[in-house]
């Protein structure tokens, strides 16, 4: 098969499985792979995303799959470009999205010699499905490999008409599911991780247990959710009572969480596999897939929500209205019906934990995170690809100074891309604070903390926006709210400065007003 006629095969699958984006970064060895998806992007069958830098090119296929939960293709050319792609690889691997890695190479018989831009490419990327064949690619589930050789002529005169196919059925075997009907008396809490979605939480509210879930588990909505639930763990005699957990999702956010379900004293049931289980899984954690469970005595519930209400005034009267969490309240109150937030790693995602209050049931908001391995990289072409692959009320994007910085090149489109509205709000505090509220934060290791961990850079983010050609302005963390309401088009940075010094003293100072009010 030739390189174009290797194209229109690759075009054909993808449309007979719906897949509605593609992401592009220019190359040679690709070029037939590009020409073809310009060709359906103008016939009106997939939309064209392209990207000159391949590691947010990864990032924004990322973004696009997770909030349209469908299969989008990342292409490249060969050699680095392919290893380009490996960080947003890792985080699809991890947070199971459908990513498509699809690497242009030369042909085999150049394998083992100098020839340009020629590696061993092929299962680049470990534990990602590995496959040469567009047919398998499209109808592997989860992240997917798909290396094809292409020979000279790479270009060559053609009229690419793709004609419209509906989507085929999928023939892959489903298993059976395995499914446990819970006994009620055991003292219960519903644990809910990153993409736990709905089950956690009507589990919870079936049965009447209390719900911890992280702001990206698509669970934080309804009456039984906590908002301060880390220290309600951390503080209150609660938590000695616990027997039992049921878990949802990918929790990797709470050293409390994590300790819970590192218990081995206690029955555990995680509704999912050992792959997105956080500790080392002791005998008395059972993976399933179904939970049921009838309805519990409330009693146990009601103290739950009493003691996050003591801890969320605790919290309170400690902030001033400028600090952190201030900001991340703000935004959490931003996010409308029908809305989306795309939320950074580090402390951003840390503080809208702490403050952030449950949704109401039914509203559609979208809370997205790269939780996979929780980097700080790609988040800025992460949020712009989900922003572009939902139809969203509003869109917003939390991140802190360094996060923004490292993929600065996200904001990086050209004149004729697809363009969401995308208000993206830094956190600015010059560094990473998260490592003051961390061990190397102590005052031991001060001599070394500004370099090593607070890294500051001294940058000018509102100088490196108008480089890229998007609005910018300083916002005082008071008049965030307000700025958040404007009505505004296209990509603009809202940047919040913070303190970055006083962090630690906050952090305590929370922390000991929670524990006075939780401990008897």
Request: aromatic share 4%; with cysteine.
């Amino acid at each position: 098969m030739s390189a174009t006629e290797t194209a229109q095969y690759l075009i054909h699958q993808l449309i007979a499985r719906d897949v509605k984006d593609a992401v592009i970064a220019p190359g040679s060895r690709s070029g037939p792979l590009a020409l073809a998806l310009h060709a359906a992007d103008t016939q009106g069958l997939i939309r064209l995303h392209v990207r000159v830098d391949e590691r947010e090119a990864g990032f924004l296929a990322l973004g696009l799959a997770k909030s349209s939960r469908r299969p989008v293709p990342v292409v490249t050319t060969s050699g680095t470009a392919v290893a380009n792609l490996h960080p947003a690889m890792l985080e699809a691997l991890h947070a199971g999205v459908p990513v498509i890695a699809v690497t242009a190479d030369r042909p085999g018989r150049l394998r083992g010699t100098g020839a340009n831009q020629t590696t061993e490419q092929r299962k680049i990327f470990p534990g990602i499905q590995f496959t040469s064949d567009p047919w398998e690619a499209v109808r592997f589930t989860g992240p997917r490999h798909l290396n094809l050789e292409l020979d000279e002529p790479l270009i060559e005169p053609v009229v690419w008409d793709f004609a419209a196919r509906r989507p085929t059925e999928s023939s892959t075997f489903i298993e059976p599911l395995l499914e446990v009907e819970l006994d009620l008396g055991p003292k219960t809490v519903v644990v809910a991780g990153d993409d736990a979605q709905q089950p956690a939480r009507d589990l919870a509210e079936r049965a009447g247990w209390p719900l911890l879930a992280e702001p990206t588990s698509g669970s934080r909505t309804g009456d039984n959710a906590l908002a301060a639930y880390r220290l309600v763990l951390q503080h209150s005699p609660l938590n000695a009572q616990i027997e039992r957990v049921v878990s949802f999702g990918h929790s990797t956010l709470s050293r409390p969480i994590t300790q819970l379900l590192s218990r081995t004293d206690i029955d555990i049931v995680h509704v999912g596999t050992r792959g997105n289980f956080p500790v080392p899984a002791g005998g008395n954690v059972r993976f399933v897939d179904v939970v049921e469970a009838g309805s519990d005595d409330e009693s146990w519930l009601g103290m739950w929500l009493e003691a996050d209400k003591a801890a969320s005034g605790a919290i309170d009267d400690v902030l001033d209205g400028t600090t952190p969490y201030d900001v991340a309240r703000s935004i959490n109150q931003a996010v409308p019906p029908d809305g989306l937030l795309y939320v950074g790693s580090s402390n951003p995602i840390r503080d809208l934990d702490l403050v952030a209050a449950s949704y109401p049931v039914g509203e559609h908001r979208l809370i997205l995170g790269n939780r996979g391995l929780a980097g700080i990289d790609g988040t800025l072409s992460s949020a712009v690809g989900a922003a572009l692959g939902r139809s969203s009320s509003r869109a917003i994007a939390y991140v802190g100074d360094l996060t923004f910085l490292h993929g600065s090149n996200g904001l990086l489109l050209g004149p004729g891309e697809p363009r969401p509205d995308l208000t993206i709000v830094v956190a600015s505090d010059d560094g990473g604070s998260i490592f003051a509220t961390l061990e190397q934060g102590s005052p031991e290791y001060a001599a070394s903390f500004e370099r090593v961990y607070a890294t500051p850079t001294g940058a000018d983010i509102g100088a490196l926006c108008a480089g890229y050609g998007v609005p910018h302005r300083t916002v005082e963390p008071m008049d965030l709210a307000a700025a958040l309401e404007e009505q505004s088009t296209g990509i603009r940075v809202l940047e919040v400065p913070v303190d970055r010094l006083g962090r630690q003293d906050l952090a305590a100072a929370i922390d000991a007003a929670v524990r006075t009010v939780l401990q008897p």
